[in-house]
């Protein structure tokens, strides 16, 4: 699974041609109507500049929410397109459809260096169904395609791969980046190479524990994961979030790794509360004694300045999930110090989207991360080194 001979739009000719470019518009929007953070739409503007640059003439397509298939006009990209054309300082044509008259007819009066955009692609559920016969009209509107929306690179719908069929295909530079950052650390990482993995299931995560203990060379576990194995260790973990079903799992790759010789870290110590409550009264306790009616909601202290240690003098880190339930302030502490020890240690950071980067920019360490991946889901399952269906679609150099 090496994306990094994929093609990318430096290397084919675009001047001149209908290029349609998926992106991730997936903006969050405010209560009246105005787009809240359009940190994803800044993401795509490099690959959207050099297109125009180079005069092609750009048709832009992405999803936004859940339309469940049918125009409903609360989810138009609208709004995007506004934004775009006050970014680019010249009009984004909006079409009114996807692969309507409008989208059609404004795709053919094109001229090199003017940018449409489409309706979003879930207005037809024939998108996350990947129908063939919707995709080839949407690759009607286009002579080439140009992927750089890596936040749905895992589904194979009809604008992230379904197209890829009908046009020659290359990926823009945000899944350049990702590819190369991401890839590269997880066939070629700077050693010591250093996993942290958080969040509320092992479930989630098991794929990627398998996948990195073949890789790493120290794996740390926190979150309400960190409580399964746990109770694989024996230790009574109270009402803790616990997969019962999972223990021998965990049993298994905690085995796994003393064998591989990775050093496999879980909490010695918890901040425990009574209720999932973010004022709840709370303690710290050792990770082997949490009582009956106690639940774990952080790490503790003494793990925090462990897991800050062995991050110390990584060459790679690897983050993915938070320590704790980090969006509430008295049970953030675990999260912050391993966010703090990331930007602090040097090494190569990559933060895998989701949580981690939610709870790495509200902390204010986001300007000191190697990289911040656009895709929760995605970059989970690049970590484990699952095929991306819509990276694999892209011609190879």
């Known amino acids: 699974m090496n994306y990094e001979n994929k093609k990318t739009v430096e290397d084919i000719d675009v001047a001149g ?73 010249q009009e984004v044509k909006m079409a009114k459809d996807v692969i309507g008259e409008s989208a059609k007819s404004i795709a053919a009066s094109l001229q090199p260096g003017e940018v449409e955009l489409i309706e979003n692609v879930r207005f037809h559920k024939e998108e996350e169904k990947n129908d063939p016969a919707f995709a080839k009209e949407l690759a009607s509107l286009a002579e080439i395609y140009v992927n750089d929306a890596f936040g ?55 794929g990627v524990i398998n996948n990195l203990l073949e890789k790493c060379d120290t794996i740390i576990i926190g979150g309400g994961m960190a409580y399964t194995f746990m109770k694989a260790l024996g230790y009574s973990v109270g009402d803790s979030i616990c997969e019962t079903d999972k223990v021998e799992l965990a049993k298994d790759m905690m085995t796994k790794a003393k064998e591989k010789g990775v050093n496999f870290l879980i909490p010695e110590d918890n901040v425990v509360a009574q209720e999932y409550d973010a004022n709840a009264a709370h303690k710290t306790i050792p ?16 793990t925090r300045d462990k897991f800050a240690a062995a991050i110390k003098g990584a060459g790679t880190v690897v983050w993915n999930g938070p320590m704790g339930v980090s969006e509430w302030e008295n049970f953030a502490a675990g999260t912050i110090a391993v966010a703090k020890a990331v930007a602090e240690s040097g090494a190569i950071s990559i933060i895998g989207g989701g949580d981690s980067a939610a709870a790495v920019e509200k902390l204010g ?3 000191k991360m190697t990289h911040i991946s656009t895709g929760g889901g995605a970059s989970l399952e690049f970590l484990e080194g699952l095929d991306l269906p819509g990276i694999a679609c892209l011609n190879d150099k």
Not at 61 to 78: I, Q, T
Not at 287 to 302: A, E, N, Q, V, Y
Request: charged share 25%; hydrophobic share 40%; glycine share 8%.
């Open 287 to 302: 990770s082997d004694t949490i009582p009956d009616g106690w639940m774990g909601l952080d790490i503790g202290p003494k």
């Open 365 to 367: 360490f986001a300007d």
């Open 152 to 206: 749905t690179a895992h589904r194979a719908h009809a604008s992230t791969a379904g197209v890829a069929d009908y046009l020659p295909a290359v990926c823009g530079y945000l899944i350049q980046k990702e590819i190369s950052i991401m890839g590269g650390a997880l066939n070629n990482p700077k050693r010591p190479f250093v996993a942290i993995l958080g969040g509320a299931k092992v479930s989630d995560k098991i």
């Open 17 to 89: 041609k209908r290029v349609l470019v998926r992106c991730d518009f997936n903006v969050p929007f405010d209560a009246q109507g105005n787009i809240a953070d359009p940190k994803r739409i800044d993401e795509a503007m490099k690959t959207i500049r050099y297109l125009v640059d180079h005069k092609a003439k750009v048709i832009l397509c992405s999803h936004l929410g859940r339309p469940k298939g049918e125009f409903n006009m609360k989810y138009s990209l609208a709004p995007v397109a506004a934004y775009l054309s006050e970014k680019l300082g």
